[in-house]
Protein backbone atom coordinates (compact mmCIF):
# COMPACT_ATOMS: atom_id res chain seq x y z
CA UNK A 1 0.00 0.00 0.00
CA UNK A 2 1.42 3.30 -0.82
CA UNK A 3 2.09 5.97 1.37
CA UNK A 4 -0.56 8.39 -0.51
CA UNK A 5 -2.86 5.69 1.28
CA UNK A 6 -4.06 5.26 4.77
CA UNK A 7 -1.60 2.55 6.11
CA UNK A 8 -4.13 1.15 8.65
CA UNK A 9 -6.56 -1.55 7.28
CA UNK A 10 -9.66 -2.70 9.02
CA UNK A 11 -11.31 -5.48 8.25
CA UNK A 12 -15.09 -6.29 9.82
CA UNK A 13 -16.19 -9.94 9.23
CA UNK A 14 -19.71 -10.33 9.74
CA UNK A 15 -23.12 -11.36 8.08
CA UNK A 16 -21.30 -13.10 5.14
CA UNK A 17 -19.67 -9.67 4.32
CA UNK A 18 -16.28 -8.33 4.29
CA UNK A 19 -15.67 -4.41 4.39
CA UNK A 20 -11.68 -2.95 3.72
CA UNK A 21 -12.08 0.45 5.48
CA UNK A 22 -9.93 3.03 4.45
CA UNK A 23 -9.35 6.74 5.52
CA UNK A 24 -9.81 7.93 1.83
CA UNK A 25 -12.94 5.99 1.99
CA UNK A 26 -14.76 2.16 2.07
CA UNK A 27 -15.13 -0.56 -0.33
CA UNK A 28 -17.84 -3.20 0.80
CA UNK A 29 -16.41 -6.48 -0.55
CA UNK A 30 -19.31 -9.09 -0.96
CA UNK A 31 -17.72 -12.67 -0.26
CA UNK A 32 -19.72 -15.61 0.61
CA UNK A 33 -20.32 -15.98 4.35
CA UNK A 34 -17.99 -19.03 5.57
CA UNK A 35 -14.91 -17.51 3.48
CA UNK A 36 -15.42 -13.92 4.06
CA UNK A 37 -11.71 -14.31 6.13
CA UNK A 38 -9.77 -14.51 2.83
CA UNK A 39 -9.14 -11.16 1.79
CA UNK A 40 -8.30 -10.35 5.16
CA UNK A 41 -5.69 -12.81 5.27
CA UNK A 42 -4.41 -12.44 2.15
CA UNK A 43 -4.24 -8.44 1.80
CA UNK A 44 -1.09 -7.20 1.00
CA UNK A 45 0.28 -4.00 1.49
CA UNK A 46 2.66 -2.71 -1.46
CA UNK A 47 5.46 -3.36 1.51
CA UNK A 48 5.46 -6.90 0.55
CA UNK A 49 3.98 -7.01 -3.42
CA UNK A 50 4.79 -3.48 -4.82
CA UNK A 51 8.11 -2.54 -5.95
CA UNK A 52 8.43 1.22 -5.17
CA UNK A 53 6.30 3.85 -2.72
CA UNK A 54 7.50 6.36 -4.91
CA UNK A 55 4.10 7.21 -6.42
CA UNK A 56 5.60 6.68 -10.16
CA UNK A 57 3.35 3.65 -10.72
CA UNK A 58 -0.45 3.16 -10.76
CA UNK A 59 -0.39 0.09 -8.76
CA UNK A 60 -1.37 0.49 -5.31
CA UNK A 61 -3.69 3.47 -5.77
CA UNK A 62 -6.88 3.86 -4.80
CA UNK A 63 -8.42 5.14 -7.79
CA UNK A 64 -12.84 6.14 -8.16
CA UNK A 65 -13.16 7.30 -4.55
CA UNK A 66 -16.01 9.22 -5.30
CA UNK A 67 -18.21 6.58 -5.07
CA UNK A 68 -17.77 5.56 -0.95
CA UNK A 69 -19.62 2.43 -1.25
CA UNK A 70 -19.02 -0.12 -4.15
CA UNK A 71 -20.81 -3.60 -3.96
CA UNK A 72 -18.37 -6.31 -5.92
CA UNK A 73 -19.69 -9.82 -6.95
CA UNK A 74 -17.14 -12.81 -6.40
CA UNK A 75 -19.74 -15.31 -7.64
CA UNK A 76 -18.23 -16.53 -10.38
CA UNK A 77 -18.70 -19.96 -12.65
CA UNK A 78 -16.54 -22.35 -12.54
CA UNK A 79 -16.41 -21.75 -16.44
CA UNK A 80 -15.75 -18.05 -16.04
CA UNK A 81 -12.69 -19.35 -13.27
CA UNK A 82 -11.28 -21.29 -16.06
CA UNK A 83 -11.71 -18.76 -18.79
CA UNK A 84 -9.87 -15.85 -17.13
CA UNK A 85 -7.18 -18.44 -15.78
CA UNK A 86 -6.36 -19.74 -19.42
CA UNK A 87 -6.63 -16.59 -21.65
CA UNK A 88 -2.66 -16.25 -21.65
CA UNK A 89 -2.23 -20.21 -21.92
CA UNK A 90 0.59 -21.33 -24.05
CA UNK A 91 1.87 -25.07 -24.81
CA UNK A 92 4.73 -25.61 -27.39
CA UNK A 93 5.85 -28.67 -28.43
CA UNK A 94 9.84 -28.49 -28.96
CA UNK A 95 10.96 -30.19 -32.42
CA UNK A 96 13.07 -33.51 -31.44
CA UNK A 97 15.93 -32.30 -33.20
CA UNK A 98 17.55 -28.88 -33.97
CA UNK A 99 18.32 -27.37 -37.08
CA UNK A 100 21.43 -28.52 -37.19
CA UNK A 101 21.03 -31.89 -36.60
CA UNK A 102 21.01 -32.62 -33.09
CA UNK A 103 18.57 -33.62 -30.58
CA UNK A 104 16.98 -31.30 -28.50
CA UNK A 105 17.47 -31.41 -24.61
CA UNK A 106 13.47 -29.95 -24.42
CA UNK A 107 10.92 -31.65 -25.12
CA UNK A 108 8.17 -29.02 -24.63
CA UNK A 109 7.69 -26.05 -22.47
CA UNK A 110 3.76 -24.58 -21.24
CA UNK A 111 3.18 -20.59 -19.69
CA UNK A 112 0.66 -18.87 -18.47
CA UNK A 113 0.14 -15.14 -17.63
CA UNK A 114 -2.29 -13.24 -14.65
CA UNK A 115 -2.23 -9.59 -14.32
CA UNK A 116 -3.37 -7.82 -11.05
CA UNK A 117 -1.75 -4.61 -12.44
CA UNK A 118 -4.01 -2.89 -15.66
CA UNK A 119 -1.97 -3.05 -17.39
CA UNK A 120 -0.22 -6.52 -16.41
CA UNK A 121 3.55 -5.31 -15.87
CA UNK A 122 5.10 -9.09 -16.60
CA UNK A 123 6.35 -9.87 -20.00
CA UNK A 124 7.96 -13.66 -20.87
CA UNK A 125 9.58 -14.47 -24.50
CA UNK A 126 11.04 -18.09 -25.52
CA UNK A 127 12.92 -18.25 -28.87
CA UNK A 128 15.04 -21.34 -30.26
CA UNK A 129 19.02 -19.49 -31.45
CA UNK A 130 18.68 -20.42 -35.03
CA UNK A 131 22.62 -19.74 -35.47
CA UNK A 132 24.03 -21.44 -32.63
CA UNK A 133 22.24 -23.79 -30.39
CA UNK A 134 20.02 -23.75 -27.03
CA UNK A 135 16.65 -22.52 -26.34
CA UNK A 136 16.06 -19.32 -24.55
CA UNK A 137 13.52 -18.57 -22.22
CA UNK A 138 12.85 -15.62 -20.06
CA UNK A 139 10.53 -14.01 -17.29
CA UNK A 140 10.58 -10.13 -16.84
CA UNK A 141 8.80 -8.56 -14.41
CA UNK A 142 8.30 -4.68 -14.75
CA UNK A 143 7.71 -2.28 -12.24
CA UNK A 144 6.80 1.67 -12.62
CA UNK A 145 5.28 0.56 -15.63
CA UNK A 146 5.02 -2.28 -17.90
CA UNK A 147 7.70 -0.69 -20.43
CA UNK A 148 10.63 -1.64 -19.08
CA UNK A 149 10.09 -5.54 -19.51
CA UNK A 150 8.30 -4.98 -22.82
CA UNK A 151 11.69 -3.79 -24.16
CA UNK A 152 14.06 -5.88 -22.35
CA UNK A 153 11.78 -8.89 -23.07
CA UNK A 154 11.94 -8.24 -26.93
CA UNK A 155 15.45 -7.50 -27.22
CA UNK A 156 17.11 -9.08 -24.92
CA UNK A 157 17.40 -12.69 -26.46
CA UNK A 158 18.74 -11.15 -29.38
CA UNK A 159 21.61 -9.23 -27.52
CA UNK A 160 22.50 -13.03 -25.58
CA UNK A 161 21.98 -14.88 -29.36
CA UNK A 162 24.23 -12.49 -31.25
CA UNK A 163 27.18 -12.64 -28.45
CA UNK A 164 27.18 -16.60 -28.78
CA UNK A 165 27.17 -16.24 -32.81
CA UNK A 166 30.90 -16.70 -34.57
CA UNK A 167 33.09 -14.01 -36.07
CA UNK A 168 32.30 -15.69 -39.53
CA UNK A 169 28.58 -15.78 -38.48
CA UNK A 170 28.23 -12.03 -37.52
CA UNK A 171 30.40 -11.14 -40.81
CA UNK A 172 27.19 -12.50 -42.62
CA UNK A 173 24.87 -10.67 -41.04
CA UNK A 174 26.91 -7.57 -41.41
CA UNK A 175 27.24 -8.19 -45.00
CA UNK A 176 23.43 -9.16 -45.50
CA UNK A 177 22.58 -5.16 -44.00
CA UNK A 178 25.22 -3.59 -46.36
CA UNK A 179 23.98 -4.90 -49.18
CA UNK A 180 20.47 -4.83 -48.25
CA UNK A 181 20.24 -8.81 -48.50
CA UNK A 182 17.84 -10.21 -46.16
CA UNK A 183 19.40 -10.90 -43.18
CA UNK A 184 20.23 -14.65 -41.96
CA UNK A 185 17.57 -15.44 -39.11
CA UNK A 186 18.84 -14.97 -35.60
CA UNK A 187 15.90 -16.35 -33.51
CA UNK A 188 12.76 -18.12 -33.89
CA UNK A 189 10.06 -16.99 -31.56
CA UNK A 190 7.43 -18.73 -29.91
CA UNK A 191 4.53 -16.29 -29.79
CA UNK A 192 1.31 -16.12 -28.10
CA UNK A 193 -1.54 -14.18 -29.70
CA UNK A 194 -1.93 -11.74 -26.82
CA UNK A 195 2.09 -10.89 -27.23
CA UNK A 196 3.09 -8.05 -29.28
CA UNK A 197 5.72 -5.88 -29.68
CA UNK A 198 7.16 -2.28 -29.84
CA UNK A 199 6.64 -1.49 -33.94
CA UNK A 200 7.58 2.28 -33.88
CA UNK A 201 10.55 1.49 -32.36
CA UNK A 202 11.69 -1.54 -34.16
CA UNK A 203 14.20 0.00 -36.38
CA UNK A 204 15.99 1.83 -33.67
CA UNK A 205 16.10 -1.66 -31.97
CA UNK A 206 17.41 -3.64 -35.37
CA UNK A 207 20.09 -0.24 -35.59
CA UNK A 208 21.94 -0.72 -32.21
CA UNK A 209 21.74 -4.26 -31.97
CA UNK A 210 23.83 -3.82 -35.31
CA UNK A 211 26.13 -1.24 -33.63
CA UNK A 212 26.41 -3.95 -31.18
CA UNK A 213 27.61 -7.08 -33.38
CA UNK A 214 29.88 -4.49 -35.13
CA UNK A 215 31.78 -4.35 -32.00
CA UNK A 216 31.73 -7.73 -31.33
CA UNK A 217 33.55 -8.11 -35.05
CA UNK A 218 36.24 -5.27 -34.06
CA UNK A 219 36.82 -7.40 -31.03
CA UNK A 220 39.88 -9.29 -31.57
CA UNK A 221 39.11 -11.49 -28.83
CA UNK A 222 35.77 -12.65 -30.38
CA UNK A 223 36.53 -15.53 -32.56
CA UNK A 224 34.17 -18.40 -32.29
CA UNK A 225 31.54 -16.66 -30.27
CA UNK A 226 31.16 -16.24 -26.35
CA UNK A 227 30.08 -19.03 -24.02
CA UNK A 228 26.17 -19.29 -22.76
CA UNK A 229 27.80 -17.69 -19.32
CA UNK A 230 29.36 -14.82 -20.90
CA UNK A 231 26.75 -13.98 -23.53
CA UNK A 232 24.42 -13.68 -20.84
CA UNK A 233 26.11 -11.41 -18.30
CA UNK A 234 27.47 -9.04 -21.20
CA UNK A 235 23.97 -8.96 -23.17
CA UNK A 236 21.86 -7.72 -20.07
CA UNK A 237 24.57 -5.25 -19.42
CA UNK A 238 24.84 -3.76 -22.90
CA UNK A 239 21.00 -3.93 -23.07
CA UNK A 240 20.64 -1.93 -20.59
CA UNK A 241 23.33 0.70 -21.48
CA UNK A 242 21.65 0.89 -24.90
CA UNK A 243 18.42 1.50 -22.64
CA UNK A 244 19.88 4.44 -20.93
CA UNK A 245 21.74 6.20 -24.17
CA UNK A 246 18.25 5.36 -26.14
CA UNK A 247 17.10 7.87 -23.33
CA UNK A 248 19.44 10.55 -23.70
CA UNK A 249 19.46 10.98 -27.79
CA UNK A 250 17.47 12.93 -30.11
CA UNK A 251 15.25 9.97 -31.90
CA UNK A 252 12.93 10.11 -34.84
CA UNK A 253 10.19 10.48 -34.06
CA UNK A 254 8.00 11.82 -30.45
CA UNK A 255 6.64 8.10 -30.04
CA UNK A 256 10.17 6.14 -30.05
CA UNK A 257 11.28 9.10 -28.09
CA UNK A 258 8.31 8.87 -25.50
CA UNK A 259 8.69 5.03 -25.30
CA UNK A 260 12.52 5.09 -24.99
CA UNK A 261 12.21 7.38 -21.66
CA UNK A 262 9.51 5.16 -20.18
CA UNK A 263 11.22 2.41 -20.32
CA UNK A 264 14.86 4.04 -19.18
CA UNK A 265 12.43 5.19 -16.23
CA UNK A 266 10.55 2.38 -15.38
CA UNK A 267 12.42 -1.02 -14.84
CA UNK A 268 11.94 -4.93 -14.64
CA UNK A 269 14.14 -7.66 -13.12
CA UNK A 270 14.77 -10.65 -15.51
CA UNK A 271 15.17 -14.58 -15.00
CA UNK A 272 16.80 -15.63 -18.31
CA UNK A 273 17.67 -19.42 -19.17
CA UNK A 274 19.49 -20.81 -21.94
CA UNK A 275 19.25 -24.35 -22.20
CA UNK A 276 21.36 -26.49 -24.77
CA UNK A 277 23.67 -29.36 -25.22
CA UNK A 278 26.01 -28.61 -22.16
CA UNK A 279 22.98 -27.95 -19.49
CA UNK A 280 21.33 -25.08 -17.99
CA UNK A 281 22.81 -21.36 -17.32
CA UNK A 282 20.61 -19.17 -15.52
CA UNK A 283 21.33 -14.99 -15.97
CA UNK A 284 18.95 -13.34 -12.72
CA UNK A 285 18.73 -9.85 -12.09
CA UNK A 286 15.99 -9.32 -9.42
CA UNK A 287 13.73 -11.72 -7.67
CA UNK A 288 12.44 -13.64 -10.85
CA UNK A 289 13.29 -17.13 -9.80
CA UNK A 290 14.32 -20.86 -11.40
CA UNK A 291 13.53 -23.95 -10.33
CA UNK A 292 14.85 -27.08 -11.22
CA UNK A 293 12.32 -30.36 -10.11
CA UNK A 294 14.56 -32.92 -9.44
CA UNK A 295 13.09 -36.81 -9.46
CA UNK A 296 15.32 -39.34 -7.77
CA UNK A 297 15.92 -43.03 -8.29
CA UNK A 298 12.81 -43.98 -5.05
CA UNK A 299 10.72 -41.66 -7.12
CA UNK A 300 10.40 -39.15 -4.56
CA UNK A 301 10.89 -34.96 -5.90
CA UNK A 302 13.47 -32.10 -4.36
CA UNK A 303 13.34 -28.61 -5.89
CA UNK A 304 16.99 -27.38 -6.63
CA UNK A 305 16.69 -23.68 -6.60
CA UNK A 306 18.99 -22.14 -10.50
CA UNK A 307 18.80 -18.55 -9.07
CA UNK A 308 19.43 -16.57 -6.10
CA UNK A 309 16.69 -13.68 -5.23
CA UNK A 310 18.36 -10.07 -5.26
CA UNK A 311 16.76 -8.69 -2.68
CA UNK A 312 17.33 -7.65 1.07
CA UNK A 313 16.65 -11.33 2.18
CA UNK A 314 19.58 -11.76 0.24
CA UNK A 315 22.86 -11.32 2.95
CA UNK A 316 25.33 -11.68 0.18
CA UNK A 317 23.07 -9.22 -2.15
CA UNK A 318 23.28 -6.99 1.01
CA UNK A 319 26.84 -6.91 1.71
CA UNK A 320 27.42 -6.49 -2.14
CA UNK A 321 25.23 -3.64 -2.50
CA UNK A 322 26.76 -1.54 0.49
CA UNK A 323 30.20 -1.81 0.13
CA UNK A 324 29.87 0.03 -3.61
CA UNK A 325 29.68 2.97 -1.21
CA UNK A 326 31.03 4.81 1.36
CA UNK A 327 30.81 3.62 4.88
CA UNK A 328 29.21 6.56 5.54
CA UNK A 329 25.83 5.15 4.07
CA UNK A 330 25.42 1.94 5.26
CA UNK A 331 22.66 2.86 7.19
CA UNK A 332 20.91 4.56 4.82
CA UNK A 333 21.61 2.70 1.21
CA UNK A 334 18.92 0.13 2.31
CA UNK A 335 16.24 0.97 4.52
CA UNK A 336 13.19 -0.69 5.57
CA UNK A 337 14.51 -3.97 3.16
CA UNK A 338 14.40 -1.70 -0.04
CA UNK A 339 17.44 -0.25 -1.65
CA UNK A 340 17.01 3.98 -0.25
CA UNK A 341 13.91 2.97 1.19
CA UNK A 342 12.14 3.07 -2.46
CA UNK A 343 13.17 -0.42 -4.07
CA UNK A 344 12.68 -4.03 -3.40
CA UNK A 345 14.81 -5.28 -6.10
CA UNK A 346 18.83 -5.29 -5.83
CA UNK A 347 18.88 -5.88 -9.27
CA UNK A 348 17.12 -4.31 -12.03
CA UNK A 349 17.34 -3.07 -15.35
CA UNK A 350 16.01 0.52 -16.52
CA UNK A 351 14.98 2.67 -13.06
CA UNK A 352 17.41 5.51 -14.03
CA UNK A 353 16.62 7.27 -11.06
CA UNK A 354 18.73 4.94 -8.92
CA UNK A 355 21.35 4.87 -11.62
CA UNK A 356 22.20 8.85 -13.25
CA UNK A 357 22.99 11.79 -11.37
CA UNK A 358 21.07 14.27 -10.60
CA UNK A 359 21.68 16.55 -13.35
CA UNK A 360 21.02 14.13 -15.74
CA UNK A 361 17.52 13.18 -15.04
CA UNK A 362 16.43 16.89 -14.61
CA UNK A 363 18.27 17.41 -18.18
CA UNK A 364 16.69 14.30 -19.99
CA UNK A 365 12.95 14.98 -18.20
CA UNK A 366 12.97 19.06 -18.53
CA UNK A 367 14.62 19.08 -22.27
CA UNK A 368 13.43 16.11 -23.76
CA UNK A 369 10.41 17.44 -25.57
CA UNK A 370 8.37 14.23 -23.64
CA UNK A 371 5.15 14.76 -22.56
CA UNK A 372 6.08 13.71 -18.98
CA UNK A 373 2.62 13.84 -16.88
CA UNK A 374 1.36 11.92 -20.08
CA UNK A 375 3.74 9.45 -19.20
CA UNK A 376 3.29 9.96 -15.56
CA UNK A 377 6.85 11.07 -15.15
CA UNK A 378 8.21 13.51 -12.78
CA UNK A 379 11.22 14.89 -11.39
CA UNK A 380 12.41 12.38 -8.47
CA UNK A 381 15.27 11.45 -6.43
CA UNK A 382 15.10 8.42 -3.56
CA UNK A 383 16.29 10.44 -0.46
CA UNK A 384 19.95 9.65 0.75
CA UNK A 385 21.19 9.64 -3.52
CA UNK A 386 24.44 10.84 -2.59
CA UNK A 387 26.90 8.46 -4.78
CA UNK A 388 25.01 6.82 -7.39
CA UNK A 389 24.79 4.49 -9.15
CA UNK A 390 22.76 2.58 -6.76
CA UNK A 391 21.53 -0.50 -8.89
CA UNK A 392 23.04 -2.34 -11.83
CA UNK A 393 21.39 -4.82 -14.06
CA UNK A 394 24.55 -7.17 -13.97
CA UNK A 395 22.88 -10.45 -13.51
CA UNK A 396 24.01 -13.62 -10.99
CA UNK A 397 25.08 -16.96 -13.66
CA UNK A 398 24.48 -20.20 -12.75
CA UNK A 399 25.21 -23.45 -14.39
CA UNK A 400 23.33 -26.89 -14.10
CA UNK A 401 24.63 -29.74 -16.39
CA UNK A 402 21.06 -31.58 -17.29
CA UNK A 403 20.61 -35.27 -15.36
CA UNK A 404 18.63 -37.96 -15.94
CA UNK A 405 16.67 -37.03 -12.78
CA UNK A 406 16.31 -33.65 -13.87
CA UNK A 407 12.57 -33.54 -15.00
CA UNK A 408 11.42 -29.87 -15.16
CA UNK A 409 11.88 -26.06 -14.86
CA UNK A 410 9.98 -23.76 -13.39
CA UNK A 411 10.64 -20.38 -14.47
CA UNK A 412 8.64 -17.94 -12.69
CA UNK A 413 7.87 -14.06 -11.30
CA UNK A 414 8.02 -13.00 -7.77
CA UNK A 415 4.10 -12.90 -8.09
CA UNK A 416 3.74 -17.11 -7.68
CA UNK A 417 6.69 -17.36 -5.55
CA UNK A 418 4.94 -14.52 -2.76
CA UNK A 419 1.97 -17.47 -2.49
CA UNK A 420 4.28 -20.89 -3.04
CA UNK A 421 7.98 -22.18 -2.02
CA UNK A 422 10.05 -23.68 -4.44
CA UNK A 423 9.00 -27.26 -2.68
CA UNK A 424 5.66 -26.99 -2.99
CA UNK A 425 5.56 -25.45 -6.88
CA UNK A 426 7.90 -28.65 -7.60
CA UNK A 427 5.24 -31.52 -5.73
CA UNK A 428 2.57 -29.45 -7.66
CA UNK A 429 3.67 -29.63 -11.06
CA UNK A 430 5.60 -33.23 -10.42
CA UNK A 431 1.81 -34.18 -9.31
CA UNK A 432 0.66 -32.73 -12.65
CA UNK A 433 3.33 -34.48 -14.92
CA UNK A 434 2.89 -38.08 -12.88
CA UNK A 435 -0.92 -38.17 -11.87
CA UNK A 436 0.86 -39.81 -8.47
CA UNK A 437 -0.60 -37.24 -5.61
CA UNK A 438 2.67 -37.29 -2.92
CA UNK A 439 2.01 -37.68 0.65
CA UNK A 440 4.17 -36.93 2.98
CA UNK A 441 4.22 -39.81 5.63
CA UNK A 442 3.04 -39.26 9.57
CA UNK A 443 6.22 -37.93 11.22
CA UNK A 444 7.03 -38.96 15.20
CA UNK A 445 6.10 -35.82 16.49
CA UNK A 446 2.48 -35.62 14.35
CA UNK A 447 1.46 -38.94 15.40
CA UNK A 448 1.04 -36.80 19.41
CA UNK A 449 -1.53 -34.00 17.04
CA UNK A 450 -5.16 -33.67 18.52
CA UNK A 451 -7.89 -34.96 16.39
CA UNK A 452 -8.94 -31.40 15.42
CA UNK A 453 -4.92 -31.25 13.67
CA UNK A 454 -5.29 -34.43 12.53
CA UNK A 455 -8.68 -33.62 10.91
CA UNK A 456 -6.66 -30.74 9.05
CA UNK A 457 -4.25 -32.92 8.29
CA UNK A 458 -6.49 -35.62 6.62
CA UNK A 459 -7.98 -32.16 4.65
CA UNK A 460 -4.82 -31.66 3.20
CA UNK A 461 -4.02 -34.85 1.85
CA UNK A 462 -7.55 -35.26 0.46
CA UNK A 463 -7.06 -31.81 -1.24
CA UNK A 464 -3.75 -33.19 -2.74
CA UNK A 465 -5.81 -35.92 -4.14
CA UNK A 466 -8.30 -33.81 -6.33
CA UNK A 467 -7.47 -34.46 -9.83
CA UNK A 468 -6.03 -32.01 -11.78
CA UNK A 469 -8.64 -29.28 -13.61
CA UNK A 470 -5.81 -27.74 -16.19
CA UNK A 471 -3.49 -29.06 -19.18
CA UNK A 472 -1.34 -26.85 -18.66
CA UNK A 473 1.44 -26.88 -16.08
CA UNK A 474 1.21 -23.17 -15.53
CA UNK A 475 -2.16 -22.79 -15.31
CA UNK A 476 -2.51 -25.25 -12.93
CA UNK A 477 0.45 -23.70 -10.94
CA UNK A 478 -1.38 -20.10 -10.45
CA UNK A 479 -4.81 -21.99 -9.57
CA UNK A 480 -3.19 -23.34 -6.58
CA UNK A 481 -1.17 -20.44 -5.93
CA UNK A 482 -4.55 -18.21 -5.78
CA UNK A 483 -7.07 -21.16 -4.47
CA UNK A 484 -5.41 -22.97 -1.10
CA UNK A 485 -6.86 -21.99 1.90
CA UNK A 486 -5.09 -23.02 4.93
CA UNK A 487 -6.46 -26.78 5.12
CA UNK A 488 -4.51 -26.96 1.77
CA UNK A 489 -8.11 -27.20 0.16
CA UNK A 490 -8.60 -25.51 -3.58
CA UNK A 491 -11.07 -22.91 -2.48
CA UNK A 492 -13.36 -22.09 -5.70
CA UNK A 493 -15.03 -19.09 -3.89
CA UNK A 494 -11.54 -17.89 -2.47
CA UNK A 495 -10.40 -18.04 -5.84
CA UNK A 496 -13.32 -16.23 -7.47
CA UNK A 497 -12.67 -13.47 -4.95
CA UNK A 498 -9.31 -13.14 -6.47
CA UNK A 499 -10.37 -12.97 -9.70
CA UNK A 500 -13.06 -10.71 -9.59
CA UNK A 501 -11.42 -7.70 -7.35
CA UNK A 502 -11.09 -3.84 -9.42
CA UNK A 503 -8.23 -2.81 -10.84
CA UNK A 504 -7.89 -0.71 -8.00
CA UNK A 505 -7.76 -3.35 -5.50
CA UNK A 506 -6.32 -6.02 -7.05
CA UNK A 507 -2.67 -5.41 -6.57
CA UNK A 508 -3.31 -5.01 -2.59
CA UNK A 509 -4.17 -8.69 -3.21
CA UNK A 510 -1.68 -10.27 -5.18
CA UNK A 511 1.08 -9.60 -7.79
CA UNK A 512 1.24 -9.98 -11.29
CA UNK A 513 2.36 -13.71 -11.86
CA UNK A 514 4.07 -15.52 -14.97
CA UNK A 515 5.03 -18.73 -15.27
CA UNK A 516 6.58 -20.99 -17.73
CA UNK A 517 7.52 -24.88 -17.08
CA UNK A 518 10.09 -26.55 -19.06
CA UNK A 519 10.25 -30.13 -19.84
CA UNK A 520 13.37 -31.89 -20.25
CA UNK A 521 14.46 -35.08 -22.42
CA UNK A 522 15.71 -36.69 -20.10
CA UNK A 523 16.87 -39.92 -21.94
CA UNK A 524 19.32 -37.97 -23.65
CA UNK A 525 20.89 -37.04 -20.26
CA UNK A 526 21.14 -40.77 -19.46
CA UNK A 527 25.27 -41.56 -19.26
CA UNK A 528 26.77 -44.58 -21.75
CA UNK A 529 26.61 -48.03 -20.50
CA UNK A 530 30.11 -47.54 -21.90
CA UNK A 531 31.84 -45.26 -18.99
Not at 107 to 135: H, M, V, W, Y
Not at 340 to 356: E, H, N, T
Request: charged share 20%.
Amino acid sequence: MSSNMCTRLLCHVGSGRLSVCFSAGWYALSSLSCHSKVLHSQARASSSHGRRSDGDSSQGRVQGLSTPIRELDFQLSRLQIDGVLRANEQSVRIPEFDRRGGPSPVLKFESNQLAANSPLEDRRSTATCLQTRGILFGVFDGHGGHACAQVVSERLHYYIAVAMMSESGLEDLEAAMETLRPVPPILQWYKHHNDYNYRESASLYVNHLRVYWQELLASEEHGDGMSPSEALSYAFQRLDTDLSLEAQVPLASDLMRNTAVQAAFAGCTACVAHVGPEGIYVANAGDCRAVLGVQESDGSWSALPLSQDHNAANTAELQRVRSQHPSSEHQTVIVDDRLLGVLMPLRAFGDVRFKWCRELQQSVLESGGCDLEALNLYQYAPPNYLTPPYLEATPEVTYHRLRPQDRFMILASDGLWDELDNEEAVRLVAEHLTGIHLQAPVSASQRQISLGQMHQLLLRRRARATPALDVNAATHLIRHALSTNEYGEMDQERLAAMLTLPDDLARMYRDDITVTVVYFNSSLNKPSRNN
